[in-house]
């Protein structure tokens, strides 16, 4: 299957301060990333939707000021959290979409956030 | 009702046996299906897809789809205790992500 990785796969950072994820598509170009927030022992969460050359799609409930995506090219996005509080502490997860007449989504390995 | 609906378990197997994973969906229009696997700590990886009616078989994995029932399935075949894990339905309803169910978590006892 294809190939996605993230950076960096920890952080621990003091309240206040901001923290950038990268997102990359190794071996394929993916014009649709997905950015999703899983709490323990709870469901994968939906945050947004990064599209290559133009503004993120928020879900209903995340703060797009707070959650910064940027989406530069067709194999990286970034995820900045903003200001972070401990609330924010959580396991963030990025996928890729294949493109084509079959769309498969491929997840990173995952972003371990802990805010003090 | 939820768009995908999972039996949350725990379903316990013993080792050897089949494990079958169940996942009912609400939107007739979803096209295509997918299982994911997620171990405790890690991201979901992708282990099946199913496009058709019928049965898709990868080594020790079958999925199952049954459009006019709305339901897809997951066997496992002689289930080993490194199988357990948490087991994520998937699929695209006409939104640009995938919907998916909340996982069943499987423990394949030795």
């Known amino acids: 299957g294809a190939v996605v990785s993230q950076h960096p796969s920890w952080v621990i950072c003091k309240s206040g301060t901001s923290v950038k994820i990268e997102c990359r598509s190794l071996d394929f170009q993916a014009t649709t990333m997905f950015w999703y927030r899983q709490f323990p022992k709870q469901s994968l969460m939906l945050m947004a939707t990064s599209n290559e050359g133009s503004k993120a799609t928020y879900e209903q409930g995340v703060e797009k000021d707070k959650f910064l995506i940027n989406h530069a090219s067709l194999t990286l996005s970034t995820l900045t959290v903003t200001s972070a509080h401990p609330e924010d502490s959580s396991f963030y997860i990025c996928s890729a979409k294949t493109s084509g007449r079959r769309e498969t989504q491929y997840f990173g390995p995952g972003t371990r956030l802990l805010v003090l | 009702q939820k768009e995908v609906e999972q039996n949350s378990g725990p379903l316990s197997v013993p080792e050897g046996a089949i494990a079958s994973l169940n996942c009912t969906y609400s939107?007739?229009?979803?096209?295509?299906f997918f299982w994911y696997r997620q171990y405790s700590g890690k991201s979901p990886e992708l282990i099946m897809f199913?496009?058709?009616?019928g049965d898709k078989e990868d080594g020790r994995f079958t999925a199952q789809l049954n459009k006019a029932s709305q339901y897809v399935s997951l066997l496992i075949r002689d289930s080993q205790p490194s199988d357990s894990a948490t087991y994520l339905c998937a699929l695209y309803t006409g939104r640009r992500a995938l919907t998916f169910g909340s996982g069943t978590r499987l423990q394949v006892q030795p």
């Open positions: 939107d007739r229009g979803s096209q295509s």
């Open positions: 199913i496009y058709s009616n």
